[in-house]
């Protein structure tokens, strides 16, 4: 499987020149999938290790057979623990590739697809137990709200959360993506239902894999297992994660709060490269329509 059928790779060059790569530096890929980006960091690298973390299983066949390549498969929240195992502290770059595969989206089986039928699932990892289907079954009405309001920007969030109470609790049962979508058609605000239907199984999916706190552990061993001068490069697709990304860039915290010492002192962490996200060419966009929400950032640690 290579990695034009399994994700065609986001910003590709861009994060490779991001990284400034040193030939016989530790790397580390944190979003494995195709291994497009793993591959354009290898063939910069003489000597090195890189080692690529994912945590769905399918990504282990994109694998590659190389002696500076080592595949972590496991969620990227447990950067610290591996690096550690594999005495590769400090590193001299990271870079994550966030958000969903094209391929995870395709594979209807994966319950992450709205266009293909499959099971309510959308578990990245599926070793996991919370599966999609168990929110829509289980989680109380204030907890759905909370979900779609928070994590998918769902303007009828309270609406919708309550449809769904009632109606499982006349005994009906959310087990399959297509089905899901025929319930939300009732409750879609707006002239696109297809936007409306993306939100909403964003924020289930955000639920099920625990996004944002993984990112904010994430981020915050990223800093501790860098080299001083080391880059880290992240690329976002949505407000809640690229929100997360630069406040953390910005201020070393999730909440873009400047805080200072006892003695007024702010602590820098990161040196931002570009103050403004990068963004796909229009060439690009024109061979992957997945790029155009996609944006860069890049930080140095200080």
């Not at 266009?115 to 989680?139: C, V, W």
């Not at 319930?183 to 879609?188: G, N, Q």
């Not at 060419?281 to 890049?298: G, Q, V």
Request: proline content about 2%; charged content about 25%.
């Amino acid at each position: 499987m290579n990695d034009n059928s399994y994700h065609i790779s986001v910003l590709l060059q861009e994060c490779v020149d991001a990284l400034h790569i040193k030939p016989n530096g530790n790397y580390v890929d944190l979003t494995f999938g195709g291994g497009g980006h793993s591959r354009a960091i290898l063939e910069a690298m003489d000597g090195g290790m890189l080692y690529s973390f994912d945590q769905d299983e399918d990504a282990l066949a994109n694998r590659m057979d190389n002696p500076s390549f080592t595949f972590v498969g496991h969620n990227f929240r447990f950067l610290k623990r591996f690096l550690r195992y594999y005495h590769a502290i400090p590193v001299d770059g990271i870079m994550a590739d966030l958000g969903i595969s094209s391929y995870q989206i395709d594979a209807g089986s994966k319950g992450f697809s709205t266009r293909f039928d499959g099971p309510m699932d959308m578990r990245m990892n599926q070793e996991a137990e919370l599966k999609a289907s168990d929110i829509l079954h289980t989680y109380s009405e204030e907890d759905l709200v909370h979900i779609f309001s928070s994590y998918g920007e769902v303007r009828n969030a309270k609406t919708l959360a309550a449809a769904i109470v009632q109606a499982r609790n006349s005994g009906v049962r959310f087990e399959s993506t297509q089905a899901f979508v025929a319930f939300l058609d009732a409750f879609v605000m707006g002239g696109n239902p297809n936007k409306y239907y993306a939100q909403v199984f964003q924020a289930l999916r955000i639920e099920v894999n625990d996004e944002l706190n993984a990112l904010k552990e994430m981020l915050e061993q990223s800093y501790e297992v860098l080299r001083k001068g080391g880059r880290l490069a992240v690329i976002t697709f949505h407000s809640l994660e690229d929100r997360l990304v630069k406040n953390f860039f910005k201020t070393g915290n999730f909440e873009g709060e400047r805080k200072s010492d006892e003695f007024g002192r702010v602590k820098k962490y990161f040196k931002l490269i570009n103050k403004k996200p990068i963004e796909a060419s229009d060439e690009e966009l024109k061979m992957n329509p997945r790029s155009r929400s996609a944006k860069l950032r890049i930080a140095e640690k200080v």
